[in-house]
């Protein structure tokens, strides 16, 4: 959490780092995407310039607007897997890129091409969440907080993360599991 980036859990894959760029504090929802000045936040985060390597992206209403869409479309797939609609809205987000393979000095390149810059980082976050659902789709969770909204990608060893922080939501269930077996001792 910074003065740039408030949000309580950054540093998820990109398509879940968008996700999150929603989070409850307190009774309160916040929204880091109300302004163009928090897009310019979230853009300029690590996960986000370590997806988007090197390409410069405006943080203007039109990419605002790209990425709303898209952040729609994953909460849809993510909390509603079934909802034809989701698929249908995510499918829209990522019609606007593909990748183009070549062959640079190095070997193998894979560059992207949005039809519009604004859409890159909407279309990352819908590829990244592609490349989830290929590598585990079962890791990808909304945190079992009882008002949390925050999702995360569980990378733990055996896979049973709950929580989108031990220190947040998870103390949070482990005192109200306390005090509930010493309220009824």
Same mark, same amino acid.
Request: glycine share 10%; hydrophobic share 40%; with cysteine.
């Given at each position: 959490?910074?003065?740039?980036d408030? &949000?309580?859990?950054a540093g =998820?894959? *990109?398509?879940?780092d968008?996700?999150n #760029?929603?989070?409850t504090?307190?009774?309160?929802l916040?929204d880091?995407l109300?302004?163009t000045e928090?897009?310019?936040?979230w853009l +300029?985060?690590? #996960?986000?310039a370590?997806e ?10 039109g990419?605002l607007d790209?990425l709303?869409? $898209?952040? =729609? +479309?994953?909460?849809?797939v993510?909390? =509603? !897997? ?7 809205? *995510?499918?829209?987000?990522?019609g606007?890129? &593909? ?6 000095a190095?070997g193998?390149v894979? =560059?992207?091409e949005?039809?519009?810059p &604004?859409?890159? !980082? +909407?279309?990352?976050a +819908?590829?990244n969440?592609?490349r989830? *659902?290929?590598?585990r789709?079962?890791r990808?969770r909304?945190? $079992?907080?009882?008002d ?6 569980? #990378?733990?060893?055996?896979? #049973?993360r ?9 103390n &949070?269930?482990k005192a109200?599991r306390?005090?509930?077996r010493?309220k009824r001792?």
């Amino acid at each position: 959490m910074t003065d740039q980036d408030p &949000r309580p859990l950054a540093g =998820e894959p *990109l398509a879940i780092d968008l996700l999150n #760029t929603r989070w409850t504090d307190g009774a309160d929802l916040r929204d880091l995407l109300v302004s163009t000045e928090g897009l310019a936040g979230w853009l +300029a985060s690590d #996960t986000v310039a370590r997806e988007l390597r090197g390409h410069q992206v405006r943080a203007d209403r039109g990419t605002l607007d790209a990425l709303l869409q $898209a952040r =729609e +479309a994953l909460a849809a797939v993510i909390d =509603e !897997p079934g909802d034809p609609a989701g698929r249908l809205a *995510l499918n829209a987000v990522l019609g606007h890129g &593909r990748v183009r393979f070549a062959l640079g000095a190095d070997g193998p390149v894979h =560059e992207v091409e949005t039809d519009r810059p &604004r859409w890159l !980082p +909407a279309w990352a976050a +819908a590829d990244n969440y592609l490349r989830l *659902l290929g590598d585990r789709p079962d890791r990808i969770r909304r945190c $079992a907080g009882q008002d949390c909204v925050l999702h995360f990608y569980d #990378t733990s060893k055996n896979g #049973t993360r709950r929580w989108c922080s031990m220190a947040g939501c998870g103390n &949070r269930a482990k005192a109200s599991r306390h005090y509930a077996r010493h309220k009824r001792d």
